[in-house]
Nanobody, 125 residues
Framework: QVQLVESGGGSVQIGQSLRLSCAAS????????MGWFRQAPGKEREGVATIDKDGSTNYADSVKGRFTISKDNTKNTLYLQMNNLKPEDTAMYYC???????????????????WGKGTLVTISS
């Protein structure tokens, strides 16, 4: 069993930055696909970014150039650096992992095998 625990969420002003972390434990392997997903009130869950075994990344168009997904294999930790935050970034952010060497398209969130409980990010002025 894999456990994922997110941290780093909070309330920040428009244009500020925030870094989310996801600590993986249990039967987790660095070969897993990992990603960040988010869900805002009244909206469906959407993929934010994924990173696979070889470091290949994929980003939602809405966050390209502002967000960076990365991982530290020595610490079994996934990160999401979020810069120039906008009101539309307000959402519950979830860390997820899939037992796959390659990540699926962002829209295929149902393919992910493990999920964290989420961390709330609120953008205010």
């Amino acid at each position: 069993q894999v456990q994922l625990v997110e941290s780093g969420g909070g309330s920040v002003q428009i244009g500020q930055s925030l870094r989310l972390s996801c600590a993986a434990s249990g039967t987790f392997y660095n070969s897993f696909c990992m990603g960040w997903f988010r869900q805002a009130p009244g909206k469906e869950r959407e993929g934010v970014a994924t990173i696979d075994k070889d470091g290949s990344t994929n980003y939602a168009d809405s966050v390209k150039g502002r967000f960076t997904i990365s991982k530290d294999n020595t610490k079994n930790t996934l990160y999401l650096q979020m810069n120039n935050l906008k009101p539309e970034d307000t959402a519950m952010y979830y860390c997820a992992a899939a037992e796959a060497l390659l990540c699926p398209p962002l829209a295929f969130d149902y393919v992910m095998d493990y999920w964290g409980k989420g961390t709330l990010v609120t953008i205010s002025s």
